[in-house]
């Protein structure tokens, strides 16, 4: 395995590498890797068995609870032939609850599998699995309030499907800035093209860190800080909702405080965005978008956005695992 303690660059070359953050990806991998998610959208459309990953065995280790992420992977695996090792809540039913170690955790699934995706409530922890694991890939499905680089390939795609670019974007992202991985993520990929300018629209308490935003802007993104609904601009190509993330608050009270202060209503959608205008969601939405939106054919969250993620999964880990040329 290729091993540091900063994630590779991919580089054109995705054979055996940890997929830690989007900060690894170039343009050219993520229209490579667009190109392939193009491909496998074919073989999980049409039902036929694929051998792509036949022989492969890739666990699933998930601490934190999981959906989309989980089930995504796990049916982009199986479309391909392969089989997984599903351990969810490894803190309640596995050797974790007796008190075993990242570390051999690490070691044992790496023993057993091909490949080690990984969920973890701590920042960094996806990092720190790939420092341990010697012989099989890590892949980051979601690392505290640190980064979720497969969900914003998927974002990306989603854009990319409907404008065709992307750069010179206009997108507002709103909601859970500070403790939204699917965000940093998401912000950290459109900063690598040309011309971007984000609206950022959250309470105040969960605005983007300091820290991010000085990063992005550096790397070249536009970033408007707005604080009403009545600031999104009319041009946008793309809304980004996202969910306050309770789990991240030590006093619910100050959750319910902020939780749902924007909501994308119809007559807000209406009002404020284009015909062009796509509205995103990672999902789990908790109240964010309200369901009347559901059948607007602009609305993605539960249409292309959830599809895409089966489709980048699928040509991910058959780059990640060697198997495509
Ligand atoms: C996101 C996550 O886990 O960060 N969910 C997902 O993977 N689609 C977003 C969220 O939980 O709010």
Not at 114 to 123: E, Q
Not at 154 to 177: C, E, N, S, V, W
Request: hydrophobic share 40%; aromatic share 8%; with cysteine.
């Amino acid at each position: 395995m290729i091993k540091s303690s900063e994630p590779p660059l991919i580089n054109g070359n995705f054979k055996g590498k940890d997929i830690l953050s989007i900060s690894q990806f170039a343009p050219k991998d993520l229209f490579i890797l667009f190109k392939h998610a193009q491909k496998m959208k074919k073989i999980a459309l049409n039902a036929k068995p694929s051998n792509i990953l036949l022989g492969n065995i890739i666990t699933l280790l998930f601490y934190e609870p999981s959906s989309r992420t989980f089930g995504s992977f796990g049916a982009a695996i199986k479309q391909l032939g392969g089989q997984t090792v599903e351990i969810q809540d490894p803190q309640h039913f596995s050797s974790v609850s007796k008190g075993e170690t990242l570390e051999d955790t690490i070691r044992v699934f790496e023993a057993y599998t091909d490949a080690v995706v990984i969920r973890h409530p701590i920042t960094g922890t996806a990092q720190i699995a790939a420092d341990i694991a010697k012989i099989v890939p890590i892949i980051n499905a979601g690392d505290g309030i640190g980064e979720h680089p497969t969900q914003s390939l998927l974002d990306l795609l989603t854009i990319y499907d409907k404008h065709q670019r992307l750069d010179h974007l206009t997108g507002i992202i709103a909601g859970d800035l500070l403790n939204g991985r699917t965000v940093h993520s998401l912000l950290r990929g459109l900063a690598k093209f040309k011309s971007n300018t984000m609206y950022l629209l959250s309470p105040k308490s969960l605005q983007l860190s300091k820290e991010y935003m000085e990063e992005f802007t550096r790397a070249g993104i536009k970033l408007m800080v707005i604080t009403s609904e009545k600031d999104i601009p009319k041009n946008c190509d793309f809304w980004y909702w996202t969910r306050v993330q309770k789990e991240r608050f030590t006093n619910l009270k100050d959750y319910e405080k902020v939780k749902n202060t924007f909501i994308v209503t119809k007559e807000l959608f209406e009002t404020r965005a284009g015909t062009h205008t796509i509205l995103m969601h990672p999902l789990p939405r908790v109240g964010e978008i309200h369901t009347q939106l559901d059948d607007d054919p602009r609305a993605v969250y539960l249409r292309t956005q959830i599809r895409n993620g089966v489709y980048i999964r699928m040509a991910l880990l058959a780059l990640v695992l060697g198997k495509l040329p």
